[in-house]
């Protein structure tokens, strides 16, 4: 149906590279702390975060983000091979 997808990576800010080979990460990503979180909350007129509170719930979020991704992945995968099969 359509030809050859080609995918351009654009940078949107810093990156930096976990790993000597493969593709960066951006910095945004990973940068946002416990002193900008609550400077972000004082703003907006809600109670501060402790820095513990918010490590649990950034690796609560990650959780669901990493299921929600690999059932997408999957579902990705299970269609195109469908599509190539047809």
């Not at 493969?22 to 609550?38: A, E, R, S, Y």
């Not at 649990?56 to 929600?68: F, H, L, Y």
Request: aromatic letters at 6%; a positive charge; glycine letters at 6%.
């Amino acid at each position: 149906m359509f030809g050859k997808i080609e995918v351009n990576p654009v940078a949107y800010g810093k990156q930096h590279h976990l790993k000597i080979r493969g593709m960066p990460c951006f910095d945004v990503n990973i940068k946002l702390g416990t002193v900008k979180v609550n400077n972000f909350l004082t703003t907006l007129n809600i109670t501060l975060i402790a820095n513990r509170n918010l490590k649990k719930m950034e690796a609560r979020a990650g959780e669901a983000i990493k299921k929600i991704s690999t059932a997408s992945s999957n579902k990705a995968a299970i269609d195109a091979y469908e599509e190539e099969m047809e």
